[in-house]
């Protein structure tokens, strides 16, 4: 699974599928989050068995974005983070980070 999500990651976009999330098109781990669905995610982070690479990253207004950008994106927006389990969100962005995931805007 984590070969096909690293080798896919870039078409593994989720559009108009009746989930809503923050943008229009998400990809795939993003709108997992988006729609708070991130549990999964957690496990991918902390199981050794996986090697998903959550550096992969998107152009989004000119610059790169990783998932863990993504959930920062949603943890400092106010607005937005009301509508999430900010603790949740935090741990799994930890859980990335240990597992060497980085924030592709710095």
């Known amino acids: ?4 999500l690293n080798k896919y990651s870039h078409i593994l976009i989720c559009g108009d599928d009746g989930v809503e999330g923050i943008r229009e ?22 199981d050794e068995e996986y090697s998903v690479d959550f550096n992969k ?9 990783t998932l863990l950008d993504f959930i920062y994106l ?24 240990k597992r060497g995931g980085k924030r592709g805007k710095g």
């Not at 098109?25 to 902390?46: D, N, P, T």
């Not at 607005?79 to 900010?86: C, G, H, K, M, S």
Request: net charge negative; no cysteine.
């Open 74 to 97: 949603i943890i400092s927006d106010e607005e937005l983070a009301e509508d999430y389990n900010v603790y949740e969100l935090e741990g799994l962005a930890r859980s990335i980070v």
């Open 25 to 46: 098109r998400e990809q795939l781990l993003k709108r997992s989050v988006s729609s708070g669905l991130y549990g999964y995610l957690q496990q991918l982070a902390i």
């Open 57 to 65: 990253y998107e152009i989004i207004d000119g610059k790169k974005e």
């Open 1 to 4: 699974m984590s070969d096909y």
